[in-house]
């Protein structure tokens, strides 16, 4: 269906390096990035509506790079709408209609039917300034729809909403969806991800580092992002080499620590839990292959316990009893060691 | 804030001192014109014939120089060029120079002797002493506030309005007519009234350029220098009024109109 491959581009300080997906017929695949990630400027190039990109952009099948934006089967929903101010509801939704060279009757009953089916038949003579954000958002919808693309590509349609809208916004997203339309959302809200997405892609430093069905994806995270998200504090990107025995050495910038795995040597990700790491005054003779010093930076309450920043050269996270807190006298500054046994690492090759 | 505030005092006492300075050179004209005065001067077939002649000429240099400053105005607001920064400049020009210089500028290019008077003679177009020249030598003078209010419209226009509008089918052309447009008018009306207004005020420029046939602020300036300040004064007034029944007219029609605000 939708094909971006090796699309690159330089914009000023900004930069999107040979950026790689597949989205199938039908799909609806969600690409989750922080902000500044590179995901708006994604769908423009997509929607050609920012020249200069090099790579290759294929809608079924067909080379749509350099292809007129007109021409590209692709619809884009601008994360604040985009309403034309000058424009009722109506004239926005026929706005689309009036380059098919219809008749009045024809696209009033278009109009209609993509007014009916977005929810928004009371709005028609309302004019932008005067809707809300999702009313806003479902008018952009019915417009985007009204060309009938290929690929409707959606820019944070329903991050600015609040919680009620969100969800209405949400299900109209899955019916549009459920229809038989490819959609192409960038969010940066994990949520949405993961309540809307049929698969999902993380967009990261101007790059696709990972795609896969949600919970592919979020339990096994490459990206520090998507870690963070799914609660694991403690994530570093480096080098599985061997080791002594069963145990292979992982070695990232700020330090190297002990995995026991089975994946083959090579560029990777490792996360610990917070919940494995433990915390103790001094180096305690134990199975836990990996045992640092460190100093304790902050302590920060967490839904249940303390959160414990320990610097020992890189940050570590350990998730922490209040009762321990309190035993241990721990407070920033406090010189403490950390331990985890290399069974806790794991590793993630990519 | 409350109570006495002398900073704010002493700048409404600068405000008024301003104002004054403005009004009272005016008012001192309406005021020692007397209405008798005034309808025979208006009457005078040399003067309605002036007047008019400034109208249309003043409006006709505004209508054909729009058709090029908007879509270059729209070029300067949306694209980037090497050397834009001195191409606004030079459509500043004209605001800087003495209007004289302009007129004498203008009057190298077109007279007869020169390629551009050579082609308008074998076109039976002539520029010096005809209404051709006086538009001219108006739209020279002004076309820097059409240009520049219209770019500061577009400007005003979310530039993904027009994407929007391009993703949604609609060529250049129609993005241009029905979104950039409509929605940067209210600076462009702006700008054509300042525009029309300039040229309509212009003295220096066209009077170097046309001497004859005459506009008005000529003939002021010819009544005054022939018979005297009472002979000229009329003539001022009345111009001044019909300018600015035209000019509040055409600011009415301009705030109907509501710039984008995306």
């Not at chain 1, 098919?100 to 038949?121: G, Q």
């Not at chain 1, 694991?232 to 995995?259: A, P, Q, T």
């Not at chain 2, 020169?114 to 002004?142: C, E, K, N, Q, Y």
Request: charged fraction near 20%; glycine fraction near 8%.
């Amino acid at each position: 269906m939708l094909t971006v491959k090796d699309l690159s581009v330089k914009l000023g300080k900004f930069e999107l390096n040979g950026v790689n997906f597949e989205v199938g017929p039908g799909e609806y695949f969600v690409l989750l990035g922080v902000s500044g990630a590179g995901k708006s400027v994604l769908l423009q190039i997509i929607g050609g509506l920012i020249p200069g990109a090099s790579g290759v952009v294929m809608l079924n099948g067909k080379d749509i790079s350099r292809e007129k934006v007109q021409r590209r089967g692709v619809g884009l929903v601008f994360q604040d709408a985009a309403l034309f101010p000058h424009m009722n509801v109506f004239k926005n939704i026929a706005y689309p209609l009036r380059s098919l060279k219809l008749n009045d009757r024809e696209i009033d009953r278009r109009v209609r039917e993509l007014a009916d089916m977005t929810n928004i038949t009371k709005l028609l003579k309302r004019n932008p300034a005067n809707l809300s954000g999702g009313e806003k958002q479902r008018v952009a919808l019915a417009r985007a729809l009204a060309l009938k693309p290929q690929c409707l590509l959606l820019d944070e349609p329903i991050s600015s909403l609040d919680v009620q809208l969100r969800r209405e916004l949400r299900s109209l997203l899955r019916k549009i969806n459920a229809n038989g339309q490819t959609i192409v959302h960038v969010t940066h809200d994990y949520e949405e991800a993961a309540l809307l997405a049929s698969r999902i892609g993380v967009i990261e430093n101007g790059s696709v580092v990972q795609t896969g069905k949600a919970p592919e994806v979020f339990s096994r995270p490459k990206s520090e992002f998507v870690a963070n998200f799914v609660g694991i504090r403690n994530f570093f990107r480096g080098e599985l080499r061997d080791g002594k025995d069963s145990m292979k050495k992982f070695l990232f910038d700020g330090g190297e620590v002990s995995v026991l795995t089975g994946e083959p040597e090579g560029a990777g990700y490792i996360t610990v839990r917070g919940e494995d790491l433990i915390i103790s005054e001094k180096r305690w003779e134990s199975s836990a292959a990996n045992s640092f010093p460190g100093r304790v930076i902050a302590l920060e309450p967490a839904r249940v316990g303390t959160e414990v920043l320990v610097d020992i050269g890189v940050t570590l996270s350990a998730l922490v009893s209040k009762e321990s807190v309190s035993n241990l006298q721990l407070e920033p500054g406090s010189k403490v060691w950390v331990s985890f046994k290399a069974s806790a690492v794991k590793f993630i090759p990519g | 804030m409350t109570g006495f505030q002398p900073l704010k005092l002493f700048f409404v006492f600068l405000g008024g001192l301003l104002l004054l300075f403005v009004i009272a050179p005016l008012a001192g004209m309406f005021l020692e014109t007397s209405p008798a005065e005034f309808f025979d001067t208006a009457m005078e077939k040399e003067v309605a014939g002036s007047i008019w002649l400034t109208l249309w000429t003043s409006m006709l240099a505004t209508l054909i120089f729009a058709l090029a400053a908007i879509p270059f105005s729209w070029i300067l607001a949306r694209k980037k060029f090497p050397l834009k920064r001195v191409i606004s400049a030079i459509i500043d020009i004209p605001v800087v120079i003495p209007h004289s210089a302009a007129g004498i500028a203008i009057l190298g290019f077109v007279a007869r002797d020169t390629a551009v008077g050579r082609l308008g003679d074998h076109l039976g177009l002539s520029f010096v002493g005809t209404p051709a020249g006086i538009i001219l030598a108006m739209a020279f003078v002004s076309i820097p506030f059409l240009v520049n209010a219209a770019r500061d419209g577009f400007l005003a226009v979310p530039e993904k309005l027009e994407k929007a509008a391009l993703n949604l089918g609609a060529s250049p052309a129609r993005v241009f007519f029905t979104v950039s447009l409509p929605l940067a008018w209210r600076s462009i009306l702006s700008g054509l009234i300042m525009m029309w207004a300039r040229g309509m005020s212009e003295f220096g420029a066209v009077v170097i350029v046309a001497y004859h046939p005459m506009i008005t602020p000529v003939l002021i300036y010819e009544r005054f220098g022939s018979f005297g300040l009472s002979y000229a004064r009329p003539v001022a007034v009345v111009f001044i009024c019909v300018c600015l029944v035209f000019f509040v007219f055409l600011r009415m029609l301009s705030t109907k109109y509501e710039n984008a605000d995306g």
